[in-house]
Protein backbone atom coordinates (compact mmCIF):
# COMPACT_ATOMS: atom_id res chain seq x y z
CA UNK A 1 0.00 0.00 0.00
CA UNK A 2 1.57 3.39 -1.28
CA UNK A 3 1.42 5.93 1.54
CA UNK A 4 1.64 9.81 0.82
CA UNK A 5 5.45 11.07 1.97
CA UNK A 6 4.99 13.98 4.29
CA UNK A 7 7.71 16.06 5.81
CA UNK A 8 8.73 15.95 9.31
CA UNK A 9 6.99 17.59 11.46
CA UNK A 10 9.58 20.12 13.29
CA UNK A 11 8.20 22.28 16.43
CA UNK A 12 8.50 25.38 16.30
CA UNK A 13 11.77 26.97 18.46
CA UNK A 14 10.98 30.07 20.17
CA UNK A 15 14.81 30.71 20.93
CA UNK A 16 16.87 32.79 19.46
CA UNK A 17 19.12 31.85 16.71
CA UNK A 18 22.69 31.75 17.97
CA UNK A 19 26.29 31.29 16.74
CA UNK A 20 29.14 34.06 15.62
CA UNK A 21 26.56 35.63 12.64
CA UNK A 22 23.85 36.05 14.15
CA UNK A 23 25.71 37.63 17.61
CA UNK A 24 27.28 40.27 14.99
CA UNK A 25 24.13 40.86 13.40
CA UNK A 26 22.50 41.69 16.29
CA UNK A 27 25.82 43.28 17.61
CA UNK A 28 25.56 45.78 14.90
CA UNK A 29 22.11 46.01 15.23
CA UNK A 30 22.21 47.96 18.81
CA UNK A 31 25.60 49.64 17.81
CA UNK A 32 22.97 51.04 15.16
CA UNK A 33 19.98 52.05 17.62
CA UNK A 34 22.62 53.58 20.01
CA UNK A 35 24.46 55.91 17.41
CA UNK A 36 23.99 59.46 18.61
CA UNK A 37 24.97 61.06 15.06
CA UNK A 38 22.12 60.86 13.05
CA UNK A 39 20.31 62.76 15.24
CA UNK A 40 21.92 65.83 15.87
CA UNK A 41 23.34 66.01 12.28
CA UNK A 42 19.67 65.52 11.27
CA UNK A 43 18.48 68.22 13.56
CA UNK A 44 20.84 70.77 12.88
CA UNK A 45 20.64 70.26 8.88
CA UNK A 46 16.50 70.96 9.75
CA UNK A 47 17.12 73.60 11.71
CA UNK A 48 19.52 75.22 9.00
CA UNK A 49 17.70 74.44 6.33
CA UNK A 50 14.55 75.30 7.72
CA UNK A 51 15.80 79.00 8.19
CA UNK A 52 17.56 79.17 5.62
CA UNK A 53 14.46 78.41 3.77
CA UNK A 54 11.93 81.03 5.55
CA UNK A 55 14.62 83.93 5.01
CA UNK A 56 14.97 83.18 1.31
CA UNK A 57 11.72 83.23 1.03
CA UNK A 58 10.92 86.37 2.86
CA UNK A 59 13.63 87.96 0.72
CA UNK A 60 12.01 86.91 -2.62
CA UNK A 61 8.97 88.60 -0.97
CA UNK A 62 11.07 92.13 -0.34
CA UNK A 63 12.18 92.12 -3.97
CA UNK A 64 8.88 92.44 -5.28
CA UNK A 65 7.36 94.46 -2.52
CA UNK A 66 10.00 97.04 -3.16
CA UNK A 67 7.94 98.06 -6.27
CA UNK A 68 4.25 96.83 -4.84
CA UNK A 69 4.97 99.93 -2.32
CA UNK A 70 7.03 102.45 -3.85
CA UNK A 71 4.45 104.04 -5.38
CA UNK A 72 2.39 104.37 -2.28
CA UNK A 73 5.34 105.90 -0.19
CA UNK A 74 5.66 109.91 0.01
CA UNK A 75 9.49 109.55 -0.63
CA UNK A 76 10.28 108.67 -4.08
CA UNK A 77 12.93 106.12 -3.83
CA UNK A 78 14.74 105.29 -6.67
CA UNK A 79 14.24 101.41 -8.20
CA UNK A 80 16.98 98.54 -6.96
CA UNK A 81 19.41 98.50 -10.40
CA UNK A 82 18.64 95.52 -12.42
CA UNK A 83 22.16 93.93 -11.86
CA UNK A 84 21.48 94.23 -8.35
CA UNK A 85 18.49 92.41 -8.82
CA UNK A 86 19.75 89.91 -11.31
CA UNK A 87 22.67 89.42 -8.48
CA UNK A 88 19.84 88.72 -5.78
CA UNK A 89 17.75 86.80 -7.61
CA UNK A 90 20.78 84.07 -8.23
CA UNK A 91 21.49 84.17 -4.45
CA UNK A 92 17.68 83.18 -3.90
CA UNK A 93 17.58 80.65 -6.61
CA UNK A 94 20.25 78.69 -5.32
CA UNK A 95 19.28 79.27 -1.15
CA UNK A 96 16.15 77.31 -2.15
CA UNK A 97 17.47 74.97 -3.48
CA UNK A 98 20.36 74.41 -1.20
CA UNK A 99 17.97 74.55 1.30
CA UNK A 100 15.61 72.27 0.45
CA UNK A 101 18.41 69.37 0.19
CA UNK A 102 19.25 69.96 3.81
CA UNK A 103 15.92 69.97 4.62
CA UNK A 104 14.71 66.91 3.55
CA UNK A 105 18.25 65.06 4.18
CA UNK A 106 18.50 65.97 7.35
CA UNK A 107 14.69 64.24 7.71
CA UNK A 108 15.18 61.17 6.00
CA UNK A 109 18.68 61.34 8.07
CA UNK A 110 16.92 61.51 11.11
CA UNK A 111 14.64 58.45 9.90
CA UNK A 112 17.75 56.32 9.32
CA UNK A 113 17.15 55.99 5.40
CA UNK A 114 20.50 55.67 3.41
CA UNK A 115 18.69 58.86 0.93
CA UNK A 116 19.21 61.19 3.97
CA UNK A 117 23.03 60.53 3.85
CA UNK A 118 23.31 61.18 0.22
CA UNK A 119 21.42 64.25 -0.21
CA UNK A 120 23.35 66.06 2.82
CA UNK A 121 26.57 65.43 0.69
CA UNK A 122 24.85 66.30 -2.56
CA UNK A 123 24.08 69.90 -0.54
CA UNK A 124 27.98 69.68 0.75
CA UNK A 125 29.17 69.54 -2.73
CA UNK A 126 26.73 71.98 -4.19
CA UNK A 127 27.57 74.52 -1.64
CA UNK A 128 30.98 74.29 -1.60
CA UNK A 129 31.34 74.15 -5.31
CA UNK A 130 29.05 77.20 -5.07
CA UNK A 131 31.45 79.25 -3.02
CA UNK A 132 33.41 80.85 -5.21
CA UNK A 133 30.68 82.17 -7.56
CA UNK A 134 28.27 83.63 -4.75
CA UNK A 135 31.67 85.40 -3.67
CA UNK A 136 32.25 87.03 -7.01
CA UNK A 137 28.31 87.83 -7.26
CA UNK A 138 28.51 89.65 -3.72
CA UNK A 139 31.84 91.31 -4.67
CA UNK A 140 29.84 92.04 -8.17
CA UNK A 141 26.39 93.64 -6.13
CA UNK A 142 28.93 95.72 -3.62
CA UNK A 143 29.00 98.75 -6.43
CA UNK A 144 24.99 99.32 -7.43
CA UNK A 145 24.00 98.63 -3.89
CA UNK A 146 26.80 101.76 -3.09
CA UNK A 147 24.79 103.60 -6.08
CA UNK A 148 21.38 102.77 -4.53
CA UNK A 149 22.19 103.99 -0.85
CA UNK A 150 23.55 107.08 -2.58
CA UNK A 151 20.06 107.41 -4.31
CA UNK A 152 18.19 106.65 -1.51
CA UNK A 153 20.00 109.57 0.55
CA UNK A 154 19.33 111.90 -2.26
CA UNK A 155 15.66 110.99 -2.32
CA UNK A 156 15.41 111.93 1.15
CA UNK A 157 17.47 114.78 1.14
CA UNK A 158 14.99 116.44 -1.81
CA UNK A 159 12.16 115.21 0.02
CA UNK A 160 13.28 117.24 3.25
CA UNK A 161 13.90 120.25 0.95
CA UNK A 162 10.93 119.90 -0.79
CA UNK A 163 8.55 120.00 2.93
CA UNK A 164 6.72 123.16 4.34
CA UNK A 165 8.82 124.69 5.82
CA UNK A 166 11.71 122.97 4.34
CA UNK A 167 13.70 120.06 7.10
CA UNK A 168 17.53 120.90 7.68
CA UNK A 169 19.61 118.88 5.74
CA UNK A 170 22.74 118.28 7.51
CA UNK A 171 26.50 118.34 5.73
CA UNK A 172 26.53 114.64 6.24
CA UNK A 173 23.38 113.90 5.15
CA UNK A 174 24.41 116.00 1.93
CA UNK A 175 27.80 113.58 1.66
CA UNK A 176 25.92 110.93 1.33
CA UNK A 177 23.98 111.84 -1.83
CA UNK A 178 27.91 110.78 -3.83
CA UNK A 179 28.40 107.12 -4.08
CA UNK A 180 31.57 105.95 -3.04
CA UNK A 181 33.97 103.07 -3.20
CA UNK A 182 32.68 99.94 -1.21
CA UNK A 183 34.38 100.45 2.71
CA UNK A 184 36.48 97.29 4.23
CA UNK A 185 33.57 96.36 6.29
CA UNK A 186 31.25 95.63 3.58
CA UNK A 187 33.90 93.68 1.69
CA UNK A 188 34.76 92.17 4.96
CA UNK A 189 31.16 91.00 5.16
CA UNK A 190 30.56 89.54 2.05
CA UNK A 191 33.90 87.22 2.52
CA UNK A 192 33.29 86.20 5.93
CA UNK A 193 29.48 85.50 5.33
CA UNK A 194 31.04 83.23 2.31
CA UNK A 195 33.57 81.51 4.99
CA UNK A 196 30.47 81.01 7.22
CA UNK A 197 28.30 79.51 4.50
CA UNK A 198 31.12 77.05 4.26
CA UNK A 199 31.56 75.49 7.63
CA UNK A 200 28.64 72.92 7.81
CA UNK A 201 29.12 71.35 4.27
CA UNK A 202 32.79 71.00 5.55
CA UNK A 203 31.22 69.38 9.07
CA UNK A 204 28.59 67.48 7.27
CA UNK A 205 31.53 66.10 4.39
CA UNK A 206 33.65 64.73 7.01
CA UNK A 207 31.39 63.77 9.65
CA UNK A 208 29.80 61.10 6.85
CA UNK A 209 33.03 60.34 5.45
CA UNK A 210 34.01 58.19 8.74
CA UNK A 211 33.94 54.20 7.72
CA UNK A 212 31.58 53.12 10.52
CA UNK A 213 29.38 55.36 9.77
CA UNK A 214 29.41 54.09 6.20
CA UNK A 215 28.89 51.14 6.88
CA UNK A 216 26.05 51.88 9.40
CA UNK A 217 24.03 53.90 6.50
CA UNK A 218 24.53 50.92 4.28
CA UNK A 219 23.11 48.79 6.97
CA UNK A 220 19.91 51.06 6.88
CA UNK A 221 19.26 49.89 3.11
CA UNK A 222 18.30 46.55 4.14
Known amino acids: MNQSSQPPFVPFDPTPPTGPGASASAEQGNNDSNSTWPGWIGGISIAIGGLTLLASCCGMAGIFSMKLF ?20 VDLVASLILSTLLLLGGIATLRRRSSGPR ?31 AGIVRATNEWKESQKPPMTVSEAERAGEIPGD ?12 CIIGLIYPTVLLIVLAGPRRREEIERWES
Do not use: C, H, N
Open 119 to 149: QLRRYAYIRIGLALPLLVIGFWMLGPATEWQ
Open 182 to 193: PSMWQRGQVVGG
Open 70 to 89: SGAMPIKFPDAPQSMLLGMG
